[in-house]
């Protein structure tokens, strides 16, 4: 049974378009949630994280959480060429993980998304 | 800038030999990190808690005396693949949470590729 789930992909958008990408999870404790991008052959970097069901915006980028039907998504605004790489999803906390420590994530297998000209 | 270093980013070893990753964190302690290891077009896998003055913690299925982990200092772990073997080329990444908090996001290093010949 997997614990987070993508689509893999690819998602092609044109460039201006707006990208959604979405994420279930199957931890109901589960508190914090976060999406990384990953370019080719690089280690993943962090572009939003959310806590609060809802959404956040941060530039281009909103996040949407919605704990009650356990999903996540992204959306990215005015895509991009320099978007195209693979999104990936990751969750932490819950009752897996211990609490007030550092809190271990759980990654989805990513959505590659391609800008297309 | 990176908040995580980590190196070498890539190292080409022959079959038995052992290889150790760094994973430093910059202008903070991490008490805690985190090694991850990612298959071409597979999601991050956890391997291991690296827990600074104490005994790592492994996930199941990952050998602790295969992937030896030592985190002597608040700003360094390390990682020895001993008596690799080509079924363990892999990428390789460290991450480190901001901050010592329950739901603080995790930052990655550049992530070192290992081939084994």
């Known amino acids: 049974q997997k614990e987070v789930e993508q689509n893999s992909g690819p998602l092609s958008v044109p460039e201006g378009a707006i990208a959604s990408l979405n994420c279930t999870y199957s931890d109901r404790g589960s508190q914090s949630f976060f999406w990384y991008r990953q370019y080719s052959g690089k280690s993943p970097e962090l572009i939003m994280f959310?806590?609060?069901?809802g959404d956040k915006e941060d530039g281009r980028f909103t996040a949407q959480l919605n704990k009650a039907s356990q999903y996540v998504s992204l959306l990215i605004r005015d895509s991009q060429p320099s978007d195209s790489a693979t999104y990936l999803c990751?969750?932490?906390?819950?009752?897996?993980?211990?609490?007030?420590?550092?809190?271990?994530?759980?990654f989805g297998t990513g959505t590659r998304l391609q800008v297309t000209l | 800038g990176a908040v995580v270093s980590q190196h070498p980013s890539w190292v080409i070893c022959k079959s038995g030999t052992s290889v150790k990753i760094e994973c430093r964190s910059l202008d903070f302690q991490a008490t805690t990190m985190f090694w991850y290891r990612q298959f071409p077009k597979q999601s991050l896998m956890l391997m291991a808690t690296?827990?600074?003055?104490?005994?790592?913690?492994?996930e199941q299925g990952v050998e602790k005396d295969k992937f030896l982990i030592n985190h002597a200092s608040l700003t360094l772990s390390t990682l020895t693949v001993t008596s690799a073997h080509p079924e363990d080329s892999s990428f390789y990444i460290c991450?480190?949470?901001?901050?010592?908090?329950?739901?603080?996001?995790?930052?990655f290093g550049n992530g070192t590729r290992l081939t084994v010949t």
């Open positions: 690296s827990n600074e003055g104490s005994k790592a913690t492994y």
């Open positions: 990751a969750f932490g906390g819950g009752e897996l993980f211990n609490t007030g420590t550092a809190s271990k994530l759980t």
């Open positions: 991450s480190a949470p901001g901050r010592s908090s329950y739901n603080s996001p995790l930052h």
């Open positions: 959310i806590y609060s069901n």
